[in-house]
């Protein structure tokens, strides 16, 4: 090690890097770490190293912070970089004095209400909130950004929340008589909805269920197949694709499908039902002539049916009697479907 000034000896000596328990005073508390000292070769005492000091320091209020689960400084600079504010303009929108976050990110330990502020900040939700209460603190020009800044954010988190669902969707899917023995096709269950509302010009939410599945079971009666590798479930109304609205929000969100409210007549009188219709073509090259006959065959067999109309029947067929409310409806009932495609 190097030679140092030891005020003991009075003198350059040899000095080396020892280690001793050492106890900081953190904010009135006690806070005992293992400290690096300089030692003098010659006396044996412990030489004052103002760099080293001031590390230590760091170290027992590193301590601290974890002992209260408080941010580090490093966490509380993401949280703000997130937002691409400066420490300032994150100091004014929280309300704070104007060098309080510089002071957290060099170091200084924060208020614990202060640590609160910042944990519900992170959450972008929350920040939108913040945001909305307190813009007229930041400078126009900041607030714009910070606001185009936080809606990203959000549209991510739809999207993540998105992905997850979808990945629920599909990991729970098995090629199996639940799937009609195909792995699970999304894109191919967007154009058989696409191709339906095509060739139908529009469809009630309540048929178009009913006609999916139709589809589907069809397909597997004559090829042992399903189409899409869809499950259904058992609803009181009729046969339903495992998370149908899910589907539908995304195909509403990618701007392929339209809702809009209309009336229908149902033999308790006039009742409002969503109507879908398709916005974009379906694409038919990921159907194979068989599917492509068996999709064309449902819609203009259900052509003029009515919803209730379409319910019925479904409420009829093997497959639907053989199970009960809310069970995944199995495709080795499809062979006794009512409809062939040969007849
Ligand atoms: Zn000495």
Request: net charge negative; proline share 3%; aromatic share 10%.
């Amino acid at each position: 090690m190097s030679m140092v000034l030891c005020p003991n000896c009075e003198e350059y000596t040899e000095a080396t890097l020892g280690v001793e328990k050492e106890v900081y005073n953190v904010r009135g508390e006690p806070i005992e770490i293992e400290a690096e000292v300089v030692i003098c070769q010659k006396c044996g005492e412990k030489i004052f190293d103002e760099e080293r000091d001031s590390r230590n320091l760091e170290i027992a209020y590193d301590h601290y912070r974890e002992k209260h689960n408080l941010l580090s400084p490093d966490e509380i600079r993401t949280i703000r970089e997130k937002y691409g504010l400066s420490q300032r303009s994150l100091s004014r929108l929280l309300g704070w004095g104007e060098i309080t976050v510089h002071r957290y990110e060099s170091g200084a330990i924060q208020d614990n209400v202060h640590d609160s502020t910042l944990r519900l900040i992170e959450n972008s939700e929350n920040m939108q909130k913040f945001f909305e209460a307190k813009r007229n603190k930041l400078p126009p020009y900041t607030a714009t950004r910070l606001e185009k800044r936080i809606a990203d954010f959000l549209q991510e988190d739809i999207e993540q929340s998105f992905q997850v669902c979808f990945e629920r969707l599909v990991s729970h899917q098995h090629v199996d008589l639940t799937s009609g023995f195909k792995e699970y096709d999304l894109e191919k269950l967007k154009n058989m909805i696409l191709y339906l509302l095509k060739r139908l010009d529009g469809v009630l939410s309540v048929k178009l269920n009913k006609l999916l599945w139709y589809c589907d079971f069809l397909h597997f009666k004559e090829t042992s197949v399903s189409i899409t590798g869809t499950q259904y479930v058992r609803f009181q109304y009729g046969p339903v694709p495992n998370r149908y609205y899910f589907i539908i929000d995304i195909m509403q969100d990618e701007k392929l499908l339209d809702k809009s409210e209309i009336p229908f007549q149902t033999k308790d009188g006039t009742q409002q039902g969503e109507e879908f219709t398709a916005l974009v073509e379906p694409d038919k090259s990921l159907f194979t002539e068989k599917e492509i006959q068996v999709m064309d065959f449902i819609a203009d067999t259900f052509r003029n049916y009515t919803s209730t109309a379409i319910k019925e029947k479904s409420h009829q067929e093997t497959a639907y009697l053989k199970c009960k409310d809310r069970d995944i409806m199995s495709y080795e009932n499809a062979k006794e479907l009512s409809l062939s495609l040969t007849k």
